[in-house]
């Protein structure tokens, strides 16, 4: 236990708290025998003399016989005799950084981290720190709030950093947080030598994050005061795959108003990865578990597969899907301990799965950057939970391998540049939602060069074109895809002209979920009809339908010998447009239309 660690266990009030640790842990003992409920009690009576940002996460009492911990965030306590304590170590694994919590897709501290990002965002902006530089530094200093909550860098280190070594007015705080900056992208042996010790205590990082020099910022007491606000909040409870949107929307004061109105919810995403990908990877692992072989060779292949979402936006998909193929491997590691009878496996060399197995595409540069990092923070999570496992800990700091996230027009690339075919697994993502009559001039200039073969194409949604760009792309492949989209593209008109095309190409539907409700539980609350289709350019036997009684309400499975385009159980038989009717009606030149002021306008001949 080195210095500078023990310096985070200190007094209040001299004499009265025994053990206080900033933001982390309160600790009162008692004699033995004495009742623990007044304990606790007396433990909660310091918390009014606690700054906001230092109040504990843990309160711990003791009469020397028993232990009681109160975990004040999730609202759990747990009791424990003396000579049991060995039986719960467990317990005090934030003591060491190696604690997980439960991610709780809309736990209210994500909203709550946004808000508090968003603030100082303003701050920052309205001094004149904007643009590309102002979401290149917020996204390190988000690296640095995950950092120091999840074991990258020690408890609080960089919380303690800004308080005892940068002024209360703020006036050196920027200069301060350059070099720590420039810090964290040096290595070790290149660091001087008289580097202030509290730096040098900051791991190398790597990775390119810290690697563009930025200028210097500028701070005043209110934007200090707003940093170390961040600081207080518990980022190891934040998802990455939720808080990109919603760090994305703190760019824009209108957009922050419905915070986490239109993210992908994990919900959703796992209805598209299970039946695109996952489900059929558990059963390849049920029947590999018992082989010693054959459990090598699946937990190779994970190794192996690739994934690309062409409209990655903050990453959101390929967060969670990571996510899951590391709970994956996890299994596989321990099943291969179960069958070798180990007490522990050297989780270094075995752990396969890494980020560079991910691809996407993002037209604007910010939320790109937040998909790479969010990719890296998962990872370290999911490191942690290693370590809690094996007993070791586990950890990729500094960073050697990223994802490949590239900033450019998805439709006007070839995808073979970011990975070619040949390398791909799987394709997946929530492409743009864009109505056809929505579309902008440039909108419709993307689509047009995407589309332009195909008759009609100008009756299109916008998301039309990423179905065909990822059916040029796996033609003669064995690469399968998903994507979300709304139900207009299995509907009406525009089925008989992009299902047209793509049927003629060999492109078969494997699985759909019919139309559901896409909403969330955040404040402005997303609401879209929407479907999921899955597809591939081979004829895949097991085709899974997913039907909704209700399309608010969840989805029962059916088994489809065929799915068409319209998403039923039936021959792939499309309704072309026509402009005379098939019996002696009167025309209607236009149909029904939401114009007229609104009202909706009739029109016969």
Known sequence: MNASWLNKWVCAKAGEIPLFWKGVLLVEHKSRGKNLNLAYTQALDYFPGIKERDLPKYVLVSDFASFRLYDLEEGETYEFPLRDLHKNIKLFGFIAGYQTHKIKEQDPVNIKAAERMGKLHDEMKAVGYEGHVLEVYLVRLLFCLFAEDTGIFERQQFQEYLELRTSEDGSDLAHHITTLFQVLNTSDEKRFRNLDEQLAAFPYINGRLFEEMLPTASFDKAMRQALLDCCALDWSRISPAIFGSLFQSIMDKKARRNLGAHYTSEKNILKLIKPLFLDQLWVEFEKSKTNKNKLLEFHTKLRKLTFLDPACGCGNFLVIAYRELRLLELEVLRTARVNE?????????????DVDQFYGIEIEEFPAQIAQVALWLMDHQMNLQVSEEFGAYFARIPLRSSSTIVCANALRMDWNEVIPAARLSYIMGNPPFIGAKLLNEK???????????????????????????????ITNSPIRCAYVSTNSICQGEQVGILWGWMLAQGIRIFFAHRTFFWSNEARGKAAVHCVIVGFASIDIANKSLFEYENIKGEAHVLQARNINPYLLDAPDILLSSRKKPICRVPQIGIGNKPIDGGHYLFYFR
Not at 342 to 352: F, K, P, R, T
Not at 444 to 472: P, T
């Open 443 to 473: 909108q419709r200039q993307d689509l047009s060069l995407v589309l332009g073969g195909i008759k009609n194409a100008g009756l299109l949604d916008f998301v039309a074109a990423w179905y065909v760009k990822a059916a040029e792309m």
């Open 341 to 353: 009878q180990q007490l522990a496996l050297d989780v270094n060399s075995l752990i396969q799965v």
